[in-house]
Nanobody
Framework: QLQLTESGGGLVQSGDSLRLSCAGS??????????LGWFRQAPGKEREFVAS????????LYEPAVQGRFVISREDFKNTLYLQMNDLNPDDTAVYFC???????????????????WGQGTQVTVSS
């Protein structure tokens, strides 16, 4: 089974940047054959979609609030997914999760119930 581990979170100030990483392990080719996504959950709120990337990285989808500030990318030879976050603001404070859709899926998705593998999350805190 595919295992996902996030890293790169931390405490930053408004306007700063962070790059999150998500390492895939525990399987052969599942990572590079999976549609991947980033979600986040702020305190007291439901988990929400951030970004999704297709197999081979040709198609990406962003939540409107992060469009133009965040960039999702993948390096399949490293089994790693990234989220470059720029111009952060306090509303971006949340636990960030990476996730993978089942291998047969081919489309990017903003629905969390379309994803079956999840990491433990990494905390991002943005101070004003």
């Amino acid at each position: 089974q595919l295992q996902l581990t996030e890293s790169g979170g931390g405490l930053v100030q408004s306007g700063d940047s962070l790059r999150l990483s998500c390492a895939g392990s525990g399987t052969g080719s599942t990572f590079r054959n999976s549609v991947l996504g980033w979600f986040r959950q702020a305190p007291g709120k439901e988990r929400e979609f951030v970004a999704s990337i297709s197999k081979f990285g040709g198609i990406v989808l962003y939540e409107p609030a992060v469009q133009g500030r965040f960039v999702i990318s993948r390096e399949d030879f490293k089994n790693t997914l990234y989220l470059q976050m720029n111009d952060l603001n306090p509303d971006d404070t949340a636990v960030y999760f990476c996730a993978a859709r089942p291998v047969p899926a081919t489309q990017v998705s903003l629905r969390d119930d379309d994803y079956i593998n999840w990491g433990q999350g990494t905390q991002v805190t943005v101070s004003s």
